[in-house]
């Protein structure tokens, strides 16, 4: 989509935990190489939201942070997760409550296998992977309704209601189909994806919204619809059906996850928490990687990726281009895309992609 185009943009750059800096510092070093070359500038504010600060303070993100980060055009997150804190603990109080506070509604994940990446699927290249999932984000069975009555007790009773609104699935639908529309695709589909068969109230709003928006206003692109699970089994048969796919929140995490390792691994994986009129968030899609920590061997492809999620969407659609461009070249060089058997080490492989940037 036609962004308005930001000379001057302003990144909130949280490395996080692990493997995080790491990796974030080699997208930092991509974003000045590029920065020069496309003649735009940019300043970084960082901000130790994570594990290691809440093992410190007992705080996750304050109120006072997010009202800071609402003045920021981007945030570029590393990883957040440590093994001394609870699952739940940062994953609510830090990605969900920005996602939430900041109304990133759309999760935008590329599936795009490059060049000389392994792929674990028998005879499938990159001409048969080059899709794109618009997950919704902000509803769902994430908004945390329900509740939890005679705990510990044996008639303990739990709910966790799937909030789904006519008007966050029409966001959502919207998005996908303009972003079909901007990557010009021959295929030029957009496939619903969700479990109308037993979904049967969540899964109509979905689909009345789906195929009322795309007859009226998108005449142009085809639509498709796929059960969830049906769409796990193409993902791995016929990968090459999918141009751009629209889904709730759940089963997008869900088919995310697997799309990563289609395209190669969550070394490669890079994705965008978007509020296309506020505040983005740009991550890799791996975790903090504690135990491969300050090694300097863990693949920051997926990180430098984000950093050129982030780009396009303040507007710098050549400088996004470029870096992938120059992801595509720098791929067919690694020997794998595992910590420790890339054949570069982190930072090598920041320095080849900054380099390759500069010969585009
Ligand atoms: C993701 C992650 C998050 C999610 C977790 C960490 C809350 O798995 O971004 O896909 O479930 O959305
Ligand atoms: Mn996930």
Redesign the pocket.
């Known amino acids: 989509m036609a962004k308005e185009k930001k000379d001057f943009i302003k990144i909130a750059v949280m490395g996080g935990d692990g493997t995080g800096p790491e990796v974030v510092r080699e997208g930092l070093k991509v974003l000045e190489t590029v920065s020069k070359i496309e003649n735009f500038k940019y300043e970084l504010v960082n901000y130790d939201l994570g594990a290691e600060r809440y093992l410190r303070t007992g705080e996750v993100c304050p109120d006072s942070v997010v009202e800071e980060l609402r003045k920021f055009d981007a945030i570029y997150l590393g990883a957040v997760g440590h093994p001394d804190v609870k699952p739940g603990i940062l ?1 609510k109080g830090l ?2 409550k920005l996602r939430f506070e900041l109304d990133q509604y759309i ?1 935008l994940r590329p599936v795009k296998l490059y060049p000389g990446v392994d792929c674990p699927l028998k005879d499938k290249g990159p001409e048969h992977i080059d899709f794109v999932v618009v997950r919704e984000n902000t509803e769902g069975i994430y908004t945390g309704m329900g509740g939890v009555q005679y705990k510990g007790m044996p008639s303990e009773v739990s709910t966790q209601v799937n909030c789904t609104t006519r008007f966050g699935a029409e966001r959502a639908v919207r998005f996908a189909f303009d972003y079909c529309r901007s990557r010009n695709n021959p295929k030029k589909q957009v496939t619903l994806v969700h479990k109308t068969n037993v979904l049967t109230f969540a899964g109509d709003t979905w689909f009345r919204a789906f195929n009322e928006i795309g007859e009226k206003e998108y005449p142009d692109i085809k639509r498709d619809y796929n059960h969830v699970d049906a769409c796990t089994m193409w993902f791995v048969k016929n990968p090459e059906f999918y141009d751009v796919i629209v889904t709730d929140n759940l089963f997008g ?1 869900i088919i ?1 996850d697997l799309a990563a390792m289609i395209q190669g691994g969550l070394g490669v994986a890079a994705g965008g928490n978007i509020n296309p009129n506020g505040v983005s968030m740009f991550e890799p899609m791996g975790g903090s990687a504690p135990k491969y920590m300050g090694k300097n061997i863990i693949n920051p492809i997926a990180a430098i990726g984000a950093m050129g999620l982030l780009l396009r969407e303040a507007g710098q659609e050549n400088a996004g281009n470029k870096i992938e461009a120059a992801i595509m070249k720098t791929t067919p060089k690694m020997k794998s895309q595992s910590a420790g058997k890339m054949g570069f080490s982190t930072s090598e492989l920041g320095d080849l992609v900054a380099k390759t940037v500069t010969e585009l």
């Open positions: 994953e990605l969900l999760n995490d995310t």
